[in-house]
């Protein structure tokens, strides 16, 4: 029988510490190769970009050299940190509000096909209209602080959410719901116990979406109308063809970004240790 | 006359669509003693599969009374009597092992279960010790299988209906489930209703076979297995098995 702490489905393997060791070696290999390939190619993407800033002369509003982009990211850390707060709050508040509204609606539309019929629509409808347009909407309803950013965050990250959490919580096996029927279980115990189990990693899809389209919209939010945020930054940069911030302002904007979305699929790899996606 | 398990007075059913109405069962009458082994043998579309949901009380018949254990089988499920067994094991993938046989405990309202056994207990019964926090995906087929009869046993039914568990499993598998049920079946006593399309597993593992016809699905024939206990799979080679089999396949050509 093979030891409890690591069950293996087949048995009868014969050891081979050589052909283990080689084995493992050359996996620590694949490993290492994943981690250094992108790096490389950075690395040579900056050292190109560098050398054609360089030769070819490009004037420094046009566009700067990474060393440029590099100093101010160190020299002006303070300005860029008190800008991304803003911008980050929005994006984490809007990601929740979002979501919350769309897995409740979600969950509503599982138990009442009316309410789906009569508001998906409308979803969609919403969902048409560009981030951009959005914007102004909700800027002159909401006023110019931190709420109309938040809405856009929660608005972009509703859609996915919704449509992904609607099937995942649907897309039962009948077997499981007979299941449930025969052990004459409650409609609560097959909602925590069968819909929302089988609906997470539906969900953990599209949280992955919202995490980096909810800082696109706290950004995109505070191009209008707002004297602080990493969006407020950009559009300054740009008006003053101070090319060198307005670069380092994207990158912090784009580090932000690549964080939340790591802390979601971290969130994903916790929960979801069962789903069949993350075996080895 | 022993008590009966499951009794079936002029069973229909129909299902009705766009297509029209579908008689899926017609004028079933059957009385299966508490404590045997019955298995449910028929083409395609004769609704054997039927026949077990309108014992488990997930499908209502549409005429004629069915009584289970004593009662509706409304009451027998409601109070936990009944175990049922997928031909999907439909195990829940994020749990373990031992989180599954123990979910029919967890679930019910909070039902106190007195005839409920230990899960760990019942996994070792089929042969799991070991695998307790195992998940399914780490699992053969045969594995997750008994699995889910380790779950349909847990809540200690009376009545445990099978509709196909070994049909997707392969032969070898099978045979070795087949000799492992029944040994389960005389370890808990407990009343199998075996619903499948293999000739031989239906020889093999009921005590009688009930042979149904399609279109629409009755009772064709109720063929009593004269095989001595304990079973063996050596015993599907003597003259008796092949006869018997002989038998049933050429009912079946006419069903």
């Known amino acids: 029988m093979a030891n409890q702490a690591e069950p293996l489905p087949i048995g009868g393997f014969a050891e081979d510490a050589e052909a283990d060791a080689r084995f493992l070696a050359h996996k620590r290999w694949l490993a290492w190769r994943r981690r250094l390939l992108p790096l490389g190619a950075v690395l040579l993407f900056l050292l190109l970009w560098w050398q054609a800033v360089v030769q070819f002369e490009i004037k420094p509003f046009i566009a700067p050299s990474p060393v440029a982009v590099a100093t101010v990211l160190v020299e002006r850390f303070g300005i860029l940190m008190a800008n991304l707060l803003p911008t980050a709050i929005e994006a984490v508040c809007g990601f929740l509000l979002g979501n919350i509204a769309a897995i409740s609606l979600a969950t509503v539309f599982v138990y009442r096909k009316t309410a789906e019929e009569a508001l998906f629509p409308i979803a969609v409808m ?3 209209i560009p981030v951009v347009a959005k914007a102004p909407i909700l800027v002159l309803l909401l006023g110019n602080g931190m709420e109309p950013k938040i809405a856009i965050a929660a608005i972009i990250c509703f859609f996915p959410t919704l449509v992904n959490m609607t099937r995942g919580l649907r897309d039962v096996r009948p077997e499981q719901l007979e299941l449930m029927r025969i052990l004459s279980a409650t409609p609560r ?13 539906y969900l953990f899809s599209a949280l992955k979406i919202a995490a980096s389209t909810a800082v696109i919209g706290a950004i995109v939010g505070e191009w209008i109308g707002s004297n602080v945020g990493i969006g407020a930054l950009i559009i300054q940069a740009t008006y003053n063809f101070d090319s060198p911030l307005l670069y380092a302002t994207i990158v912090v904007g784009s580090t932000f970004s690549a964080l939340f979305f790591g802390v979601i699929s971290l969130a994903e790899r916790r929960m979801l240790r069962w789903h069949s996606a993350h075996k080895d | 006359m022993a008590e009966t398990a499951v009794s079936c007075e002029k069973v229909s059913v129909r299902f009705t669509s766009e297509r029209g109405t579908v008689t899926a069962l017609d004028k079933i009458d059957l009385s299966i003693p508490r404590g045997s082994f019955l298995t449910l043998l028929g083409p395609s579309g004769c609704g054997k599969s039927t026949l077990l949901r ?12 069915v009584s289970v254990l004593g009662g509706a089988p409304q009451a027998a499920r409601e109070a936990r009597q009944i175990g049922f067994v997928f031909q999907d094991p439909a195990l829940l993938a994020w749990r373990s092992v ?39 995906h780490e699992l053969s087929g045969g594995m997750r299988q008994r699995v889910a009869i380790a779950r349909a046993l847990v809540s200690g039914p009376r009545l445990l209906l099978m ?42 593992l009921g005590q009688s076979v009930l ?3 399609a279109r629409p ?14 079973r063996r799979l050596a015993q599907r080679e003597t003259p008796e098995f092949t006869s018997l089999a002989g038998h049933l396949r050429r009912v079946l050509e006419t069903c």
Do not use: C
């Open chain 2, 163 to 204: 509709d196909e568990p070994f049909g997707a499993l392969d032969e070898i598998t099978r045979d070795r489930l087949n000799e492992e049920l029944l040994q389960l079946w005389a370890a808990t006593g407990t009343t199998i209703v075996f619903v499948t399309h293999s000739i031989y597993e239906a020889a093999f």
């Open chain 2, 217 to 230: 699905g009755r009772v064709r024939e109720q063929v009593p297995v004269p095989l001595p206990s304990p």
């Open chain 2, 54 to 65: 309108v014992m488990a009380d997930l499908i209502a018949p549409t005429s004629g009374r």
């Open chain 2, 211 to 213: 042979l149904l016809a």
């Open chain 1, 126 to 128: 919403v969902n048409t």
């Open chain 2, 98 to 136: 031992l989180e599954n046989v123990s979910l029919p405990l967890e679930v019910g309202g909070g039902k106190s279960l007195p005839g409920a056994r230990a899960p760990r207990e019942l996994l070792s019964l089929v042969g799991l010790d070991g695998w307790e926090r195992a998940y399914p």
């Open chain 1, 189 to 201: 115990e097959v909602f925590f116990r069968i819909r929302v189990p089988n609906a997470l990693p």
